[in-house]
């Protein structure tokens, strides 16, 4: 197979369209395809342009008003199974989360166990659409994973602390907790993604440094606040309905609220996403 039929052969299975097409060709041309399947080729293609972009967030349309409502709805109707994370803070969440939970991989089965079932319950048609527009996004196709827990929610509620800096500056790597032996799986050019489904009448918000993983790596032996010294914070404002996606190492964090009044919520869905044999799995 030509490099110009492998890059067709994407855009007919649905896995690329419009300038991913004319990157894939690009990148083509750079490739003897004729002795490739067409399968490994796309593959090969989609870490390619990941790489291509791993400094960048993404802004993607999901959810209408209407939907957004109806999911605050049902995410406060399910209080009961909130799971609290910060002693004395309004700070939940909703479904078995990697970065808080699996360092204890009975913990994590056990909350996913618990969770898994009653999220693909009352937000089956959200994942279905996370799915589908992930899928775009990122040229590939995007399931949201049974052996792992489900995409769920960060829940914060008012208070005053939460406009100083309480979450952590960091990059994700959760994928680490997780057996990928065997699985064909990209753990280099991994995504992160958020989707705003209620946000404090001042808004919110991602910070993002211009650092990635790799950079990281050889200064790891260096104090954090000598990393960042210096280096400017890009603040990415969240849109309710909107989903942003960025590769989780990029350095970032939820930035403070501004001016938080009672009765201020954010709700966000969160989730990973890993590519694996050409999929990308979606977990949290």
């Given amino acids: 197979m030509g490099s110009r039929a492998a890059a067709d052969h994407a855009a007919d299975a649905g896995l690329v369209s419009g300038p991913q097409l004319h990157a894939l060709f690009t990148l083509a041309t750079q490739y003897d395809c004729k002795s490739t399947s067409a399968e490994y080729f796309v593959t090969m293609c989609v870490r390619q342009v990941m790489n291509l972009t791993e400094q960048t967030v993404t802004d993607v349309p999901l959810l209408t008003t209407s939907e957004c409502d109806s999911a605050r709805s049902t995410v406060l109707s399910l209080r009961e199974h909130w799971t609290p994370r910060i ?22 089965r056990q909350l996913l166990e618990r ?5 693909r319950e ?83 918000g991602l910070n993002t440094w211009d650092i990635g993983q790799a950079e990281m790596k050889t ?39 501004r001016d938080l009044a009672p009765g201020d919520e954010r709700i966000t869905v969160q989730g990973h996403g890993v590519l694996v044999g050409g999929v990308w799995e979606l977990y949290w």
């Avoid at 969770?115 to 999220?119: A, F, Q, R, S, T």
């Avoid at 790891?220 to 909107?242: N, Q, W």
């Fill in 87 to 108: 002693a004395r803070l309004p700070f939940y969440t909703l479904g078995a989360a990697s970065y808080l939970d699996a360092a204890n991989c009975a913990g994590y």
């Fill in 219 to 257: 200064r790891s032996t260096e104090k954090f606040g000598d990393v960042l010294r210096g280096r400017p914070i890009a603040y990415h404002a969240y849109k309710r309905g909107c989903m942003v996606v960025h590769s989780g190492h990029l350095l970032h964090q939820a930035a403070p609220g």
């Fill in 115 to 119: 969770d898994n079932p009653l999220l």
């Fill in 122 to 204: 009352h937000f089956s048609w959200l994942y279905a659409r996370l799915e589908a527009r992930l899928a775009e996004t990122l040229g590939a196709p995007a399931s949201c994973t049974t052996r792992l827990a489900l995409p769920g929610f960060h829940i914060y509620l008012y208070s005053k602390v939460f406009e100083k800096p309480v979450a952590s500056v960091h990059i994700d790597t959760q994928y680490r907790f997780h057996d990928w032996t065997g699985r064909d799986a990209d753990l280099a050019n991994p995504v992160s993604f958020t989707v705003s489904i209620a946000l404090p009448h001042t808004g919110g």
